[in-house]
Antibody, heavy 117, light 107 residues
Framework: QVQLQESGPGLVKPSETLSLTCAVS????????WSWIRQSPEKGLEYIAC???????NYHPSLMSRATISVDTSKNQLSLRLTSVTAADTAVYFC???????????WGQGTLVTVSS | ETVMTQSPVTLSVSPGERATLSCRAS??????LAWYQQKPGQAPRLLIY???SRATGIPARFSGSGSGTEFTLTISSLQSEDFAVFYC?????????FGGGTKVEIK
């Protein structure tokens, strides 16, 4: 059973960089497709980025200039960096994994990130 | 981007009754559609992938149908644990997009 655990700061100041990690246990990170997805009352569930086991990535066009998704296979860990955050980036951030193409079987519990000074 | 529209926004159903949820895509996604259930304070749980295939461990009372732009999730006989918000997600086009959700509440 694959389990995911997000971690990161709960509070980030405007214009700063948000960094999140997702620890993967119970399976090899190389065996799945990975994504960061966020949820807010204003926008609902919103796709941020995907990481494929080929090493390639995909980003939501509106976030492409600010987001970076990466995988550290030695640590079995997924990461997200989001630069120049604003209040609009306030959301619960989920890491999610898919054993089949982009339908997500595995989800972390989510971590709330608030952007505020 | 492909806009996913779910209806109704809220569905009031009595336990034991059938629930039918709809999801419409603004352009074809073929059969690249998933359904999720989310309860308060929890992450979404995958119910259906490929428009009609049940995910591991999902009871047979959940079924999905459709292709192209019109999709349906049917819960044949609602159990108390089924009351939640349901989301559709398309993965036929980039970027991935989700519907706004249907809340299934106890009537």
């Amino acid at each position: 059973q694959v389990q995911l655990q997000e971690s990161g700061p709960g509070l980030v100041k405007p214009s700063e960089t948000l960094s999140l990690t997702c620890a993967v246990s119970g399976g090899s990170i190389s065996s799945y497709y990975w994504s960061w997805i966020r949820q807010s009352p204003e926008k609902g569930l919103e796709y941020i980025a995907c990481f494929f086991n080929s090493g390639s990535t995909n980003y939501h066009p509106s976030l492409m200039s600010r987001a970076t998704i990466s995988v550290d296979t030695s640590k079995n860990q997924l990461s997200l960096r989001l630069t120049s955050v604003t209040a609009a980036d306030t959301a619960v951030y989920f890491c999610a994994g898919a054993s089949r193409w982009l339908s997500f079987d595995f989800w972390g519990q989510g971590t709330l990130v608030t952007v505020s000074s | 981007e492909t806009v996913m529209t779910q209806s109704p926004v809220t569905l009031s159903v009595s336990p034991g009754e059938r629930a039918t949820l709809s999801c419409r895509a603004s352009q074809s996604v073929n059969s690249n559609l998933a359904w999720y259930q989310q309860k308060p304070g929890q992450a979404p749980r995958l119910l259906i992938y490929g428009a009609s295939s049940r995910a591991t461990g999902i009871p047979a009372r959940f079924s999905g149908s459709g292709s192209g732009t019109e999709f349906t999730l049917t819960i044949s006989s609602l159990q108390s644990e089924d009351f939640a918000v349901f989301y559709c997600q398309q993965y036929g086009n980039w970027p991935l997009t989700f519907g706004g959700g249907t809340k299934v509440e106890i009537k």
